[in-house]
Nanobody
């Protein structure tokens, strides 16, 4: 069983930044694991916005946040994954969730010349409770 705990959410104004953290109960650098960030706004479907492959560090970023959000792993704390949110917009307001896929559940796809973790919603077998991000004018 993998435990995931998100933190770092909050309320910011348009153009502001936040860094979300996901603390996992296992190493996120495991060669058999993927980590991801999803978000869900009220009335909308959950969206996979960033993934990182524990095997090779390959990152996927959704077009909706590309150039503004970055996913990374903490090299010193190999159980923490971050999501840096820059240039936040009102439409970024949502609950943000951390997810993990371990073992056979993880799915890879060829992306930007490397094997990245699929952001498909059914690729993930562990979820955190979420952290709220609210962006206002």
């Amino acid at each position: 069983q993998v435990q995931l705990v998100e933190s770092g959410g909050g309320s910011v104004q348009v153009g502001g930044s936040l860094r979300l953290s996901c603390a996992a109960s296992v190493s996120t650098f495991d060669t058999n694991s993927c980590m991801a960030w999803f978000r869900q706004a009220p009335g909308k479907e959950r969206e996979g916005i960033a993934t990182i492959n524990g095997d090779n560090g390959s990152a996927f970023i959704a077009d909706s946040v590309k150039g503004r959000f970055t996913i990374s792993q903490d090299n010193a704390k190999n159980t923490v994954v971050y999501l840096q949110l820059n240039s936040l917009q009102v439409e970024d307001t949502a609950m943000y969730y951390c997810a993990a896929a371990v073992g056979k559940r993880r799915r890879l796809f060829w992306y930007a010349l490397s094997w990245a973790c699929s952001p498909a919603d059914d690729s993930w077998n562990y979820w955190g409770q979420g952290t709220q991000v609210t962006v206002s004018e």
